[in-house]
């Protein structure tokens, strides 16, 4: 894992005094609201609808034992006992006290976190494969370069004023885990006809009112070029970007309203003149930031007691089955911890849990938790003759819920219960729709299937790559529900297809009820997944269970 | 005829604890929406903004919004302005078990 050298380190604390003495001006009365806006944003503090929100960057998504626990310590001391974390793998606090947030920044400077360009119009947190460095199916663990495009986007100088807020994705991996086609720039790892691995350079995604998904401007970026290419995409947008209206001004925009090839020319332009000056720092620095990233010393033992255990305990089966993923060395796995048991804050640990957490990791993990962007915990090295171990000890803190991928495993946003962008409830909807399936003891049979919520358009719960997305809107002063089908947020990304009119917040559930037994009746097998199923039959049969149905009861009264 | 004027209450949230406000007519801030206090004439109404936004050092980002005389005082008319005297429905967090 990174770690900070003594730039970085004098660079971060003197961010946190910078700030301590803005605080002071703003309190003393010195700064306006007007003024002070913009700094406080630079560090991630927002005010919303109940408090302020403090947004900490997980930087691609990896913690240490010590970063989870200085969390917990921080969710204690200055916040209410507990986390959220974002479908940036980030983590918010919801209810910190302004005058104790340059303490709370302090506390993460000494554990070498912060919370900067965690908002405002700059290089947001990079975000990366939460599996990265133990997929099975990954080319090149992709988190040096994300951490080389952290380095380079910190405080970049051209980038702190942008047209609007830019965000980066990076997978290692063919399959795509980090929904790399709904960023500004998504970077997918692949090799060229010698075998030699450099990137797929996707621009242009984004969702939000506008959702595109985005487009190949290059098919093969050799490594070495990938700093100034990126530098030269940013550049080009940074001065076509609209400024004249925020709800033009993404990069999706640009691309689209100039066309690829013409945005793509610019590019190539740009990156011709800027090449030159990449003398070579930048592949220095990424060989040394690569060092930090070695793969941990990977033990070879039996893995006979996890084969018993799981023949001995269904329920540690069931959780195997949904909770694990293939890892690339022999007897590994990688545990997703679920932080969404039914009826809980999709996203939301205490501070026991993540205590809980961090020790795993220290005792079986090799140091190392990941945050993923479906609010997810990893443990991405576990040797499997530790599983039975975990699994106790994540039963014990009530985090053995065994519903990855499957239709409990909902990605909300904080909707309107804290965000003040919010024009409806998410965290509600999901609570609900979890625990129906609960009761209804179907969510195995219905097998994989993603449902995400948003309670704006602007999309941070991305319901239109959802296989069921819900969207939360103000209609007439009442929240309602509208619904899509479809959605993917893979390598063969989709936006999904809005199924009619919306649903009121007392009625969401029953129509995803409907939607998802239309699915059971009309699937050729328990092999065809909902979504493979919505190929094959398309909108018809489902707007049918939903409205058809619906119309039938009105009648009926 | 000129148009029906909605009244309005004054609303903010607090500079150092982040949480939701209204203004009273005795020029208090409070965290009980019932105390505040409820305009009913479109002229008082801008008055009252503009005094609120004067106490920028208590208060961050003053609005008028729509309100109607309940049993106790105002109450909101709208879902949004509900939570903001209530918190958030995940926790028993916020105005519902501070107030």
Not at chain 1, 72 to 84: E, L, S, T, V
Not at chain 1, 254 to 261: A, F, I, K, M, R
Not at chain 1, 410 to 435: F, K, V
Not at chain 2, 1 to 6: A, D, G, K, L, P
Request: charged share 25%; net charge negative.
């Amino acid at each position: 894992m990174y770690k900070y050298n003594d730039f970085d380190e004098a660079f971060v604390r003197e961010r946190v005094a910078q700030f301590r003495a803005q605080v002071e001006r703003r309190i003393d009365g010195s700064l306006t609201e007007d003024e002070f806006r913009p700094l406080r944003l630079m560090n991630g503090l927002y005010l919303q609808l109940h408090a302020y929100m403090l947004r900490v960057a997980v930087p691609y998504g990896t913690l240490n034992p010590s970063q989870m626990r200085q969390l917990a310590y921080i969710a204690d001391k200055w916040d209410k006992g507990y986390g959220h974390f974002t479908t940036r793998q980030n983590i918010q606090y919801n209810w910190p006290k302004l005058a104790d947030v340059p303490e709370i920044l302090s506390a993460l400077a000494d554990v070498e976190m912060h919370a900067i360009q965690t908002s405002g119009n700059t290089i947001r947190n990079v975000t990366a494969d939460h599996f990265a460095g133990a997929a099975a199916d990954e080319i090149e663990d992709p988190r040096p370069v994300a951490e080389l495009l952290r380095q380079w986007s910190t405080d970049h100088p051209e980038f702190q004023f942008l047209p609007r807020k830019f965000k980066i994705a990076i997978t290692g991996s063919p399959n795509d885990r980090a929904v790399t086609k709904a960023h500004d720039i998504g970077l997918r790892m692949v090799r060229n006809e010698a075998g030699e691995p450099g990137f797929e350079v996707i621009v242009g995604g984004g969702l939000g009112r506008t959702p595109m998904v985005g487009k190949v401007i290059k098919d093969f970026l050799p490594k070495a070029d990938l700093l100034p290419y990126v530098e030269a995409v940013v550049s080009v947008w940074n001065l076509l970007g609209r400024r004249d209206n925020k709800y033009k001004a993404r990069i999706k925009i640009t691309v689209h309203e100039n066309g690829l090839d013409t945005f793509a020319a610019l590019v190539e332009e740009r990156f011709a003149a800027i090449r030159p000056t990449f003398t070579g720092v930048d592949q220095e620095i990424l060989s040394e930031i690569a060092t930090h990233f070695a793969a941990p010393e990977f033990i070879s033992k039996a893995t006979d007691a996890y084969d018993a255990y799981r023949l001995a305990n269904p329920a540690f089966a069931s959780w195997s089955d949904t909770n694990l993923a293939e890892h690339r060395a022999e007897g590994y796995a990688i545990v997703s911890i679920s932080i969404k048991k039914h009826g809980q804050t999709p996203g939301d640990a205490t501070s026991d849990q993540m205590r809980v957490m961090a020790e795993l990791a220290e005792k079986y993990g090799h140091n190392e938790l990941r945050i993923s962007h479906e609010q997810n915990v990893i443990l991405p090295h576990v040797h499997k003759s530790d599983l039975p171990a975990v699994y106790q000890a994540l039963r014990e803190a009530d985090l053995a819920t065994a519903n990855i991928g499957l239709i409990s495993d909902i990605i909300a946003c904080p909707g309107m219960d804290y965000c003040a962008l919010a024009t409806a409830r998410s965290i509600p909807i999901a609570q609900e729709i979890a625990t129906r399936f609960e009761e209804l003891k179907l969510e195995h049979e219905v097998g994989p299937l993603k449902i995400k919520i948003s309670g704006c358009i602007n999309a941070c719960g991305h319901h239109h790559v959802g296989h069921i997305g819900i969207l939360g809107l103000d209609r007439a002063g009442v929240e309602n529900y509208q619904i899509t089908l479809g959605g993917d947020g893979t390598e063969d990304a989709v936006i999904g297809t809005k199924t009619g009119p919306g649903f009121s917040y007392e009625e969401i559930t029953n129509a995803i009820e409907r939607i998802v037994l239309a699915y059971l009746d009309l699937r050729e097998s328990s092999e065809e997944t909902f979504l493979e199923a919505y190929k094959r039959v398309g909108m018809e049969p489902f707007k049918s269970a939903l409205y058809d149905a619906e119309a039938r009861a009105h009648a009926a009264e | 005829m000129s148009r029906q004027f909605t009244p309005k209450v004054v609303t903010a949230n607090h500079l150092l604890e982040g949480d939701a406000v209204w203004l009273t007519a005795d020029d208090r801030w409070t965290r009980d929406m019932c105390e505040a206090e409820l305009i009913e004439d479109e002229a008082h109404a801008e008055i009252r903004l503009l005094d609120a936004q004067r106490d920028a050092a208590t208060v961050v980002g003053p609005y008028l919004v729509d309100a109607k005389e309940g049993e106790n005082g105002p109450e909101p008319t709208h879902f949004r302005e509900a939570f903001r005297t209530r918190g958030p429905s995940n926790y028993a967090h916020g105005k519902q078990v501070e107030i």
